[in-house]
């Protein structure tokens, strides 16, 4: 095993075991390293600190143990048990109304650059490094080890996901099995789950309990769900009583799937219109007054920090406008997942989209990621959905 060795001084943020290693952080190492590869990294005295995966990049080491372990299939076996063992814990694996679930969320189940999400019998593997997409088939066969038959399927799906920098031609396909059903149910709704070629591992998992929350402020609003996907808010929403639901969404293919969506669960429903538009274009072009409950869940603005300060103003522009344009005691949910932005931005953006606006303006609910997705508290990075419920006079 290849051996990394630190700067003087630059193991500190390693004894507070958080999991990246940075590339200035590096002196040097013992020879070429191969991308993806299990290195051992030593501080300049020469002591142990961790191993984990080598990459190239800003983050050159990510790290899986802290301990001198063997990264074989028993290591991950163990962690995907953990990971499962968390997840029956807080009861979302016994849930009779719920088969949608994050079994795997990266460093929050100290497995830097891992995502599992599992849809009923399907689960969906993600890497977002080099190191993970060359263990996938260990990573899969440890999963089916310990999921047994609770999934039938494995569908790998990194190609968009993997860094620009790592010389891989990644394929999507199943590493097991090979179904075509693809609709999961959660809190009792149904949905189609696109994941041979829709966003993420093909839904927003991330958003189950928030769109519970939304679905118990619906009753009787005209509600205004944008960047919608696949329609997950305006299923919950019609399902709380709204009066009427426009979804928009840039993506044609989106728009199609938002409609199957709500005719899976509400056939003939004539409260739910969806429009493929541009979604700036589209609030610019509403009357005020039109909408009193607005969700604003956009892609992610912040890519990385460079792309900060031009993110902040598209966060500041979409709330201004939604904010002027929604009517009086409305409600409006503003979320960012971008990783990069921290509560703080997100909440000054909002701020100011509020003193643009002149209107009055309280929070009241502040919201983030539910139980499935955790954070590791040695890595609050890891804590990227933020986002609150706005009250607007």
């Not at 958080?18 to 030593?42: K, L, Q």
């Not at 995502?115 to 969906?124: G, L």
């Not at 993600?126 to 440890?142: P, Y």
């Not at 999963?143 to 999934?151: A, F, H, Q």
Request: glycine letters at 8%; proline letters at 3%.
């Amino acid at each position: 095993m290849h051996k990394v060795f630190l700067k003087k001084d630059k193991e500190e943020s390693l004894r507070r075991f958080h999991p990246w290693i940075f590339s200035g952080a590096i002196s040097h190492t013992d020879d070429e390293i191969e991308e993806g590869e299990v290195v051992e990294v030593y501080n300049s005295q020469n002591e142990f600190i961790a191993e984990g995966h080598y990459q190239i990049g800003s983050i050159t080491v990510r790290v899986l143990s802290f301990e001198q372990v063997p990264i074989d299939f028993d290591f991950w076996k163990q962690k995907i048990e953990a990971a499962y063992l968390m997840r029956q814990h807080i009861g979302i694996t016994s849930n009779p109304q719920t088969n949608t679930f994050r079994l795997v969320h990266g460093e929050g189940d100290n497995l830097s650059g891992l995502v599992i999400d599992i849809y009923n019998k399907t689960a969906v593997m993600q890497a977002h490094s080099a190191g993970m997409h060359l263990e996938r088939m260990t990573i899969a066969k440890a999963l089916s080890n310990v999921m047994g038959d609770k999934i039938e399927n494995i569908y790998y799906k990194s190609e968009s996901t993997l860094p620009l920098k790592a010389d891989f031609e990644p394929e999507n396909g199943f590493i097991k099995g090979s179904s075509i059903e693809n609709i999961a149910c959660e809190n009792g709704l149904k949905f189609h789950i696109d994941w041979l070629k829709g966003q993420k591992t093909g839904f927003f998992v991330d958003q189950r309990e928030n769109r519970t929350l939304l679905e118990y402020y619906s009753k009787g609003r005209t509600v205004l769900n944008m960047f919608c996907y696949t329609g997950g808010f305006s299923i919950y929403a019609l399902r709380g009583g709204a009066n009427l639901v426009h979804s928009v969404d840039s993506s044609a293919k989106a728009i199609e799937l938002t409609n199957e969506n709500v005719e899976l669960n509400f056939p003939n429903e004539t409260r739910h219109q969806a429009f493929a538009e541009d979604g700036f274009k589209f609030l610019d072009g509403i009357n005020n007054n039109t909408y009193d409950l607005i969700i604003l869940d956009p892609p992610a603005f912040v890519k990385h920090k460079a792309a900060l300060h031009n993110g902040l103003k598209g966060y500041r522009r979409l709330n201004s406008i939604a904010l002027k344009k929604i009517k009086p005691g409305g409600i409006i949910f503003t979320f960012s997942c971008s990783q990069v932005v921290s509560k703080d931005d997100f909440r000054t953006a909002v701020f100011s989209a509020a003193a643009i606006s002149k209107r009055k303006v309280r929070i009241l609910h502040q919201l983030t990621q539910p139980a499935d997705h955790p954070v590791n508290i040695y890595h609050p990075e890891g804590e990227y959905l933020k986002g609150l419920v706005l009250y607007v006079e």
